[in-house]
């Protein structure tokens, strides 16, 4: 298979959902590739099929495990990039999850060529569809599942809101397992350290936006205060979370529109 | 040309740099539409050709200005989603740049389903470029040109270093204009407020990530201290600029590898 090709090792994200998330870009480089590789254990893409994503590649692609790439360190996708044109394909945008950064590191120290062809990512895509402005976001945060949960992800909510910003939280998944953290679940969680640390960051009277399957063609996203939210059916996963900081009226009337918020909402723009 | 279409209006993502950007999603949306609309003002994509994209998708694409969208409401575009399937292009992903909530509210308002096909975006790129953890970056800001300078991208940098956070600096740009502050005008925009305020927040041994084309096949990217940073060469467009707050090991060596930041950074590591 290998031929005229250089080798180097091309890192493209697959975008979001389902096989035809990946830019046009990013399938024109797996066409031409000697060794395709996908890994699809650090997020859920609900609606990709791996023999259509051959189909439309015309490429045997080698999925591979955590263990091979964590484990193994990666060393059949290396291997490949020694011989021949090899690409690497991530769901969403590839070094967004920091899983990935060791391999393309390993690869460079070989003398293995490396680029990106980017891909839509999770986090830009559930602020695109709140309409919340992105530059008034604070740091992301992931609530993990209960047996690996800390007071982390609430003293990063209740550091942002310090500063009038916005949280956007992922919840945990293992999504070769399907498990899942429920919005219901998270909030529960929070509430939880709010019970111990009395800070008023996570009341029943605080503003939260629940979003599910951000990305695929019928996205689910509900805007309440908390005490509305745990009862909300969300649907199919994955699911997120936004604790909204200091509003905007615009930001307000972009959650009525596209959120479902409440009107009472409205008192709440600055 | 309307026919079998519901009336709707998709916003969808160009992605990043040239017309195959998009996700294979997108531009079949756009095969199907009966109107279509791009945006090329709010962001530069530096070798996207309008002919080109026309042929891709086989319509004619009306290229709508800011004056149409933001004077004028985008009253041609809401007229045509009244009556067709009508997409609306934007470069990146479509709300990260908030130009366009207000047009999506309208819709809604108007009756007329909406939805949004993701695309690359540029903050996810120059993230995912640096390789420095997603999750540790604070607020983004914008550093205007100087006839619009401020002190606030000071303080963003200066309140995300407080807490260990890297800030993200989109720098300013008309793209129409072919417009561009430039990484050493922006360091020394920063570097003036220093002077005034003396928090130690910009100085020369202040360690910065320079990132030039960010989404194209031949990004530019230099890390180094701010006083070795105001002579690199970053060639072409659009630009920006990272200011890590602490670093774990990984990170440094991943400004090693990808950004040539000099061995010295190894001491950043915390």
Same mark, same amino acid.
């Given at each position: 298979?290998?031929?005229?090709?250089?080798?180097?090792?091309?890192?493209?994200?697959?975008?979001?959902?389902?096989?035809?998330?990946?830019?046009?870009?990013?399938?024109?480089?797996?066409?031409?590739?000697?060794?395709?590789?996908?890994?699809?254990?650090?997020?859920?893409?609900?609606?990709?099929?791996?023999?259509?994503?051959?189909?439309?590649?015309?490429?045997?692609?080698?999925?591979?495990?955590?263990?091979?790439?964590?484990?193994?360190?990666?060393?059949?996708?290396?291997?490949?990039?020694?011989?021949?044109?090899?690409?690497?394909?991530?769901?969403?945008?590839?070094?967004?999850?920091?899983?990935?950064?060791?391999?393309?590191?390993?690869?460079?120290? #070989?003398?293995? *060529?490396?680029?990106?062809?980017?891909?839509? $990512? @999770?986090?830009? =895509?559930?602020?695109? /569809? &709140?309409?919340?402005?992105?530059?008034?976001?604070?740091?992301?945060?992931?609530?993990?599942?209960?047996?690996?949960?800390?007071?982390?992800?609430?003293?990063?909510?209740?550091?942002?809101?310090?500063?009038?910003?916005?949280?956007?939280?992922? #919840?945990?998944? *293992?999504?070769?397992?399907?498990?899942?953290? $429920? @919005?219901?679940? =998270?909030?529960?969680? /929070? &509430?939880?350290?709010?019970?111990?640390?009395?800070?008023?960051?996570?009341?029943?009277?605080?503003?939260?936006?629940?979003?599910?399957?951000?990305?695929?063609?019928?996205?689910?996203?509900?805007?309440?205060?908390?005490?509305?939210?745990?009862?909300?059916?969300?649907?199919?996963?994955?699911?997120?979370?936004?604790?909204?900081?200091?509003?905007?009226?615009?930001?307000?009337?972009?959650?009525?529109?596209?959120?479902?918020?409440?009107?009472?909402?409205?008192?709440?723009?600055?």
């Amino acid at each position: 298979m290998q031929g005229l090709n250089l080798n180097e090792l091309i890192f493209i994200g697959l975008g979001l959902n389902d096989e035809k998330g990946i830019s046009i870009n990013g399938m024109e480089e797996t066409k031409t590739a000697d060794y395709v590789f996908m890994e699809l254990y650090t997020s859920l893409m609900p609606d990709l099929n791996v023999q259509r994503f051959e189909a439309l590649c015309g490429k045997q692609v080698h999925v591979v495990s955590r263990r091979e790439l964590e484990e193994e360190n990666g060393i059949a996708v290396l291997e490949a990039a020694k011989k021949g044109k090899t690409v690497f394909l991530v769901p969403g945008e590839p070094f967004i999850a920091t899983t990935h950064v060791t391999l393309r590191i390993d690869a460079e120290k #070989l003398g293995v *060529k490396t680029r990106i062809v980017h891909g839509a $990512s @999770i986090i830009s =895509a559930i602020i695109s /569809l &709140s309409g919340l402005h992105n530059y008034k976001f604070g740091k992301t945060v992931t609530i993990p599942f209960p047996e690996n949960f800390s007071e982390t992800p609430y003293n990063v909510i209740a550091q942002n809101k310090k500063f009038g910003s916005h949280t956007l939280c992922l #919840l945990d998944l *293992k999504a070769t397992e399907k498990q899942f953290l $429920s @919005i219901n679940q =998270a909030v529960a969680l /929070l &509430s939880e350290v709010e019970k111990k640390k009395k800070e008023g960051v996570i009341t029943l009277g605080t503003a939260a936006v629940g979003v599910a399957r951000a990305g695929s063609k019928k996205p689910t996203l509900k805007a309440d205060f908390v005490k509305n939210l745990g009862t909300f059916d969300f649907g199919e996963p994955p699911y997120s979370l936004i604790f909204p900081g200091d509003m905007h009226f615009m930001e307000v009337e972009a959650l009525i529109a596209f959120a479902g918020a409440p009107s009472d909402f409205r008192r709440l723009a600055r």
